[in-house]
């Protein structure tokens, strides 16, 4: 680090480790290295990918879901945005909303074994919970629920 605190190298070498550490696991350290290229570069949407992905990574989802919504803005056209925006509103458990993003991921890539499995899931929870007469959002109540 430099003494101002402003990590070694430019912006397209802070990119290149917070990829890195993303794909060696280290979601903490990708999303603090990768909120300085946003300083630098905010309309970046491959650096917006990186964030979105940390923050997944990291189990903040309501925060993915929320990065991933800025990509698709962004780049609706986009299959693996609109397949993170999915997978965080599914840890949600917030599934039609879910299901719809994994069925334009599924739509726009039909060879992702990795979208179709997820969306098999998603639409299996979403006709299970429906079977139930359960909510197809939020938590399964309880009957603990049911008694307060």
Do not use: K, N
């Not at 964030?51 to 879901?65: K, Q, S």
């Not at 800025?70 to 917030?94: E, F, I, K, T």
């Not at 993003?101 to 979208?115: I, K």
């Not at 179709?116 to 899931?121: G, I, Y």
Request: glycine content about 6%; hydrophobic content about 45%.
């Amino acid at each position: 680090m430099r003494p101002s605190g402003v990590p070694e190298g430019d912006t397209y070498d802070w990119y290149r480790r917070a990829s890195e550490l993303l794909e060696r696991g280290d979601a903490g350290a990708s999303l603090t290295l990768i909120e300085r290229v946003l300083v630098e570069e905010p309309a970046s949407l491959s650096a917006l990918e990186i964030r979105a992905r940390a923050l997944f990574d990291g189990g903040h989802f309501a925060e993915a879901a929320d990065a991933f919504a800025v990509c698709l803005a962004a780049r609706p056209d986009d299959d693996y945005a609109h397949y993170g925006a999915g997978m965080s509103l599914w840890r949600l458990q917030r599934f039609p909303e879910s299901r719809d993003h994994l069925a334009m991921a599924c739509v726009m890539r039909p060879d992702r074994a990795d979208y179709a499995r997820a969306l098999t899931q998603v639409r299996a929870t979403l006709a299970a919970r429906a079977e139930a007469g359960l909510p197809l959002s939020g938590p399964v109540p309880t009957e603990r629920d049911a008694a307060s």
